[in-house]
């Protein structure tokens, strides 16, 4: 026997996506965005609610990192998920993490996050369905030195990237490897 359930945004885990950008004044807004992901080799999709401070920040500014955390910086990167730089502008100072300016485009690069995509927007969807939709268009992803092993392999246990699980609202590890992918099927193939 299953359930049934109504639908709803339990598709798990997500990675913690945090949305970097400046405010008017030169200072940085961070938020947490679970609901958005890869749709192409070079385009993101955030889905977003349109009052957040980083929209009118994207919308003005036309670009956004998107950096990816460990989970050690877990609790400020909730933080900023449940305070908005609309009502505590100073929120990012708040916090222990560190951001400088990007080389390529307006907006901050959060120093402590192992990986960050550095995003112009390309295209902004508003849609009585789909709701408010960016869609942005990677210009190049930086990852930290210490994050990398011979040959520029990416070190996942060292990042140890932050994911949501909308199922039970906790942030989780990574993991351990259950399998190498494209690989152990192989011992089903005729
Ligand atoms: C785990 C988590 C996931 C979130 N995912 C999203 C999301 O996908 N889209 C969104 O609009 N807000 C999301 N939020 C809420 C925003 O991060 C939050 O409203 C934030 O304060 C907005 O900041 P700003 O107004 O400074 O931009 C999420 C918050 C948390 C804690």
């Known amino acids: 026997m299953k359930h049934t359930f ?43 609610d349109e009052t957040h401070k980083t929209v009118a920040n994207i ?8 950096g990816l955390p460990s989970c050690k910086d877990i609790v400020d990167c909730d933080y900023v998920g449940i305070v908005s730089g609309n009502k505590v502008p100073e929120k990012f100072a708040n916090t222990d993490l560190h951001a400088s300016k990007s080389e390529e485009i ?9 990986i960050t995509f550095e995003c112009d927007v390309h295209h902004i969807v508003e849609d009585e369905e789909l709701g408010y939709l960016v869609l942005g268009k990677v210009r190049r992803i930086l990852v930290g030195e210490e994050f990398l092993k011979e040959k520029n392999q990416f070190d996942v246990e060292k990042m140890d990237l932050a994911f949501f699980s909308p199922l039970d609202n906790t942030y989780r590890h990574f993991g351990d490897v259950a399998a190498k992918a494209f690989s152990c099927g192989l011992a089903k193939k005729k």
């Open 59 to 66: 919308e003005r500014n036309k670009c956004f990192t998107l």
């Open 106 to 114: 307006n907006a901050p690069v959060i120093e402590e996050f192992p």
């Open 6 to 48: 109504s639908p709803r945004p339990i598709l798990s885990p997500q990675m913690v996506q945090m949305i970097a950008t400046y405010n008017e004044d030169g200072s940085v807004d961070l938020m947490n965005a679970a609901w958005g992901g890869q749709l192409t080799q070079d385009i993101l999709v955030l889905s977003l």
